[in-house]
Protein backbone atom coordinates (compact mmCIF):
# COMPACT_ATOMS: atom_id res chain seq x y z
CA UNK A 1 0.00 0.00 0.00
CA UNK A 2 2.85 2.43 1.14
CA UNK A 3 4.32 1.49 -2.43
CA UNK A 4 1.34 2.52 -4.60
CA UNK A 5 0.57 5.67 -2.27
CA UNK A 6 4.27 7.22 -2.22
CA UNK A 7 4.89 6.42 -5.91
CA UNK A 8 1.18 8.08 -7.10
CA UNK A 9 1.69 11.27 -4.95
CA UNK A 10 5.21 11.68 -5.87
CA UNK A 11 4.96 11.18 -9.83
CA UNK A 12 1.65 13.46 -9.22
CA UNK A 13 3.51 16.02 -7.81
CA UNK A 14 7.05 15.86 -10.16
CA UNK A 15 4.42 15.73 -13.32
CA UNK A 16 2.18 18.53 -11.92
CA UNK A 17 5.18 20.87 -11.16
CA UNK A 18 6.40 20.10 -14.55
CA UNK A 19 3.53 21.59 -16.12
CA UNK A 20 3.39 24.73 -14.16
CA UNK A 21 6.88 26.06 -13.98
CA UNK A 22 7.85 27.29 -17.19
CA UNK A 23 11.70 29.18 -18.26
CA UNK A 24 10.92 32.75 -18.07
CA UNK A 25 14.50 33.94 -19.26
CA UNK A 26 15.26 33.36 -22.41
CA UNK A 27 17.68 29.69 -22.84
CA UNK A 28 17.73 29.78 -19.17
CA UNK A 29 18.47 26.01 -18.19
CA UNK A 30 17.13 25.19 -14.52
CA UNK A 31 19.72 25.33 -11.63
CA UNK A 32 21.57 22.41 -10.82
CA UNK A 33 20.10 21.67 -7.51
CA UNK A 34 16.56 20.85 -9.09
CA UNK A 35 17.97 18.18 -10.46
CA UNK A 36 17.28 16.67 -6.72
CA UNK A 37 13.85 17.03 -7.47
CA UNK A 38 12.88 14.40 -9.62
CA UNK A 39 15.81 12.25 -7.95
CA UNK A 40 14.44 12.35 -4.46
CA UNK A 41 11.42 10.56 -5.47
CA UNK A 42 13.19 7.75 -7.44
CA UNK A 43 15.41 7.34 -3.61
CA UNK A 44 12.16 7.41 -1.38
CA UNK A 45 10.31 4.62 -3.53
CA UNK A 46 13.36 2.33 -3.06
CA UNK A 47 13.41 2.90 0.38
CA UNK A 48 9.51 1.88 0.29
CA UNK A 49 10.55 -1.00 -1.33
CA UNK A 50 13.07 -2.61 1.04
CA UNK A 51 12.74 -0.87 4.45
CA UNK A 52 11.14 -2.93 7.39
CA UNK A 53 8.03 -0.82 7.92
CA UNK A 54 5.75 -0.62 10.81
CA UNK A 55 1.87 -0.30 10.64
CA UNK A 56 1.80 3.11 12.64
CA UNK A 57 4.42 4.64 10.31
CA UNK A 58 2.96 3.20 7.07
CA UNK A 59 -0.88 4.79 8.34
CA UNK A 60 0.35 8.09 9.07
CA UNK A 61 2.70 8.48 6.61
CA UNK A 62 -0.04 7.93 3.60
CA UNK A 63 -2.77 9.87 5.31
CA UNK A 64 0.40 12.76 5.77
CA UNK A 65 1.33 12.01 1.87
CA UNK A 66 -2.22 12.43 1.16
CA UNK A 67 -2.60 15.69 2.77
CA UNK A 68 0.25 16.85 1.23
CA UNK A 69 -1.16 16.22 -2.59
CA UNK A 70 -4.20 17.94 -1.46
CA UNK A 71 -2.25 20.69 -1.22
CA UNK A 72 -0.53 20.69 -4.33
CA UNK A 73 -3.47 19.99 -5.98
CA UNK A 74 -5.12 22.96 -4.14
CA UNK A 75 -2.18 25.23 -5.02
CA UNK A 76 -2.67 24.00 -8.76
CA UNK A 77 -6.03 24.29 -9.11
CA UNK A 78 -5.85 27.88 -7.76
CA UNK A 79 -3.23 29.07 -10.12
CA UNK A 80 -5.15 27.90 -13.37
CA UNK A 81 -3.36 28.73 -16.38
CA UNK A 82 -1.02 30.80 -14.26
CA UNK A 83 2.56 29.74 -15.19
CA UNK A 84 5.60 30.85 -12.91
CA UNK A 85 9.05 30.69 -13.67
CA UNK A 86 11.81 28.12 -12.36
CA UNK A 87 12.93 28.07 -8.84
CA UNK A 88 16.16 30.02 -9.28
CA UNK A 89 15.18 31.68 -11.93
CA UNK A 90 16.84 34.92 -12.62
CA UNK A 91 13.65 36.67 -13.83
CA UNK A 92 12.47 39.68 -11.97
CA UNK A 93 8.55 39.04 -10.95
CA UNK A 94 5.97 41.04 -12.41
CA UNK A 95 2.85 39.60 -10.72
CA UNK A 96 1.56 38.73 -7.17
CA UNK A 97 -0.53 35.47 -6.65
CA UNK A 98 -2.37 35.87 -3.60
CA UNK A 99 -5.33 33.28 -4.13
CA UNK A 100 -6.23 29.91 -3.13
CA UNK A 101 -3.36 28.57 -0.82
CA UNK A 102 -1.31 31.62 -1.21
CA UNK A 103 -3.71 33.92 0.62
CA UNK A 104 -2.03 31.63 3.43
CA UNK A 105 0.99 30.73 2.65
CA UNK A 106 4.03 32.04 0.15
CA UNK A 107 4.91 29.16 -1.01
CA UNK A 108 2.41 26.27 -1.23
CA UNK A 109 4.19 23.54 -3.83
CA UNK A 110 7.31 24.07 -2.14
CA UNK A 111 4.91 23.62 1.56
CA UNK A 112 3.62 20.68 -0.47
CA UNK A 113 6.92 19.03 -1.59
CA UNK A 114 8.24 18.97 1.49
CA UNK A 115 5.01 18.20 3.57
CA UNK A 116 5.22 15.04 1.23
CA UNK A 117 9.33 14.08 2.46
CA UNK A 118 8.34 14.49 5.45
CA UNK A 119 5.43 12.16 5.32
CA UNK A 120 7.53 9.42 3.44
CA UNK A 121 10.24 9.64 6.68
CA UNK A 122 7.12 9.38 9.00
CA UNK A 123 6.15 6.16 6.86
CA UNK A 124 9.91 4.88 6.34
CA UNK A 125 11.71 5.51 9.38
CA UNK A 126 15.03 5.42 7.64
CA UNK A 127 18.25 7.17 7.89
CA UNK A 128 18.29 8.43 4.25
CA UNK A 129 14.06 9.19 4.18
CA UNK A 130 15.47 11.43 7.34
CA UNK A 131 18.51 12.85 5.12
CA UNK A 132 16.16 13.61 2.68
CA UNK A 133 13.78 15.58 4.74
CA UNK A 134 16.96 17.60 6.18
CA UNK A 135 18.67 18.22 2.81
CA UNK A 136 14.93 18.97 0.77
CA UNK A 137 14.45 21.35 3.41
CA UNK A 138 17.08 23.60 3.47
CA UNK A 139 17.03 23.55 -0.43
CA UNK A 140 13.71 25.14 -0.39
CA UNK A 141 14.05 27.34 2.63
CA UNK A 142 17.34 28.59 0.22
CA UNK A 143 15.10 28.85 -2.77
CA UNK A 144 12.04 30.91 -0.95
CA UNK A 145 14.80 32.79 0.46
CA UNK A 146 15.82 33.62 -3.28
CA UNK A 147 12.82 33.86 -4.65
CA UNK A 148 11.68 36.76 -1.55
CA UNK A 149 14.81 38.60 -2.78
CA UNK A 150 13.91 39.04 -5.93
CA UNK A 151 10.04 40.42 -4.78
CA UNK A 152 12.11 43.04 -3.02
CA UNK A 153 13.30 44.34 -5.90
CA UNK A 154 10.43 44.02 -8.48
CA UNK A 155 7.53 46.04 -9.57
CA UNK A 156 5.62 44.56 -7.27
CA UNK A 157 7.77 44.96 -4.12
CA UNK A 158 5.29 47.05 -2.30
CA UNK A 159 2.60 44.55 -2.48
CA UNK A 160 4.72 41.52 -1.57
CA UNK A 161 6.08 43.49 1.64
CA UNK A 162 2.39 43.50 2.94
CA UNK A 163 1.84 39.95 1.69
CA UNK A 164 4.92 38.95 3.83
CA UNK A 165 3.56 40.36 7.16
CA UNK A 166 0.37 38.35 6.26
CA UNK A 167 1.58 35.15 5.40
CA UNK A 168 4.37 32.73 6.43
CA UNK A 169 6.86 30.96 4.02
CA UNK A 170 5.65 27.28 4.37
CA UNK A 171 3.07 27.81 7.30
CA UNK A 172 0.14 29.90 7.55
CA UNK A 173 0.32 32.76 10.37
CA UNK A 174 -2.21 32.13 13.12
CA UNK A 175 -3.97 35.44 12.26
CA UNK A 176 -4.04 34.83 8.56
CA UNK A 177 -6.16 31.58 10.01
CA UNK A 178 -8.33 33.34 12.65
CA UNK A 179 -8.97 36.22 11.15
CA UNK A 180 -6.94 38.10 13.66
CA UNK A 181 -5.42 41.50 13.46
CA UNK A 182 -2.00 42.16 15.46
CA UNK A 183 -2.20 45.98 16.53
Excluded at 5 to 30: D, H, Q, Y
Excluded at 41 to 64: D, E, I, K, N, Y
Excluded at 87 to 101: E, T, V, Y
Aim: hydrophobic share 50%.
Amino acid sequence: MLCVVLGGVMIRIVTGAMGRFKPSVPNERPHPALLLFPVVPVLLFQQAMTAPLHLWGVAAGCVALLASLALFEWALRATGTQFFSWAMSRDLPQFLFDRGPYAYIRNPFYASYLASYIAAAIALQTVISYVVVVVMGVLFYAVARFEEKKFASSPVKDQYAEYVRRTGRFLPRVQTLFGTKRA
